[in-house]
């Protein structure tokens, strides 16, 4: 196998563009946290749009290569390092054979992404290369990776087919300003709840994970409770549990929840909730419907 992994990272998974078409089975999405780290990897690379590529949280540990190949290394800034000498990130890397790549703690953001040429050739499960771990389903055995686990990778594209690419590093500041729009039961909360809830300033908890992040601060207030009769969960749903506290709920998210969901997150600010680590202060910020839309328009031209 081209690829075996020497130290695991904190928690690495194979992850694609996400498992659609089984949320009314119970089967959630899955996929990438952070979407456009995702398809500047696979454009520095040159892959198709839907390629398993391996995503690490907080730190990456150590992989080495038994051929050659081409990588790149997006997202969080993990110090990305080739046979113990620093390489730059955002752009197309040159493997050869016996090389090794290592990563570390993260310096800014969560989540960092490495793509391979030809992609990771683990099996599709329902259409998808992502990895469930809850269900045990997809990517490498339906877990984390492991040290001495070998990854097959697919055929992709010559490093002088891509070494010209580059794309611009992103930014991910401990301070994390996300747009929402109103949710479905945000007739729940009172008016000095909603107040709590676009005034306040919420610290990422410990216990967030892929399906959610779970945010401390200041408890928001509803009119009867906030239990309601189970309807679908949307990606960055934000729901509000008996605790008052809110749950951002994301790639594996559960396909249904009776709580209610004062907002949800805009697509285009769920990557600044995915490269979140715990301490990072978030604090929301309401628009219309028709600004999200025009917003996420111009970025999808872009």
Same mark, same amino acid.
């Given at each position: ?8 990272? %904190? ?5 694609? %563009? ?78 050869? %054979? ?121 408890? @928001? ?6 239990? @309601? ?57 309401? @628009? ?6 025009? @917003? ?7």
């Amino acid at each position: 196998m081209p690829v075996r992994i020497v130290i695991p990272g %904190a928690f690495t998974t194979v992850q694609d %563009a996400g498992r659609y078409g089984y949320q009314c089975f119970g089967i959630g999405p899955s996929g990438v946290m952070d979407e456009k780290a995702y398809a500047d990897a696979a454009y520095l690379v040159g892959n198709e749009a839907n390629e398993a590529v391996l995503e690490a949280a907080l730190f990456g540990g150590v992989m080495e290569f038994t051929e050659d190949t081409v990588v790149a290394v997006t997202g969080a800034d993990m110090g990305p390092k080739l046979n113990g000498s620093p390489i730059s990130m955002n752009t197309p890397i040159q493997i050869k %054979a016996s090389d090794s790549l290592s990563l570390g703690m993260v310096k800014t953001g969560c989540r960092t992404y490495i793509a391979f040429a030809g992609g990771i050739d683990v099996p599709a499960v329902m259409g998808s290369r992502s990895t469930n771990v809850k269900c045990r389903l997809g990517g490498y055995e339906g877990r984390a990776l492991k040290a001495g686990d070998e990854l097959p990778l697919g055929t992709g594209k010559s490093y002088e087919e891509v070494k010209g690419r580059k794309i611009k590093a992103q930014e991910y500041p401990s301070e994390i300003n996300v747009r929402v729009i109103a949710g479905p039961q945000d007739d729940y909360f009172t008016e000095e709840g909603k107040k709590t809830f676009y005034s306040g300033v919420y610290t990422i908890s410990e216990q967030s994970d892929r399906m959610g992040c779970r945010l401390d601060g200041p408890v @928001i207030e509803s009119r009867n409770g906030t239990d @309601i009769v189970s309807d679908a969960i949307a990606l960055g749903s934000v729901q509000v549990p008996a605790d008052g506290r809110p749950i951002v709920l994301l790639a594996d998210r559960q396909t249904t929840g009776g709580y209610a969901k004062i907002a949800t997150v805009c697509s285009f600010d769920i990557p600044k909730i995915a490269q979140g680590k715990p301490g990072d202060k978030v604090k929301f910020t309401a @628009i219309s419907g028709a600004e999200a839309e025009r @917003i996420n328009r111009k970025q999808v031209r872009r």
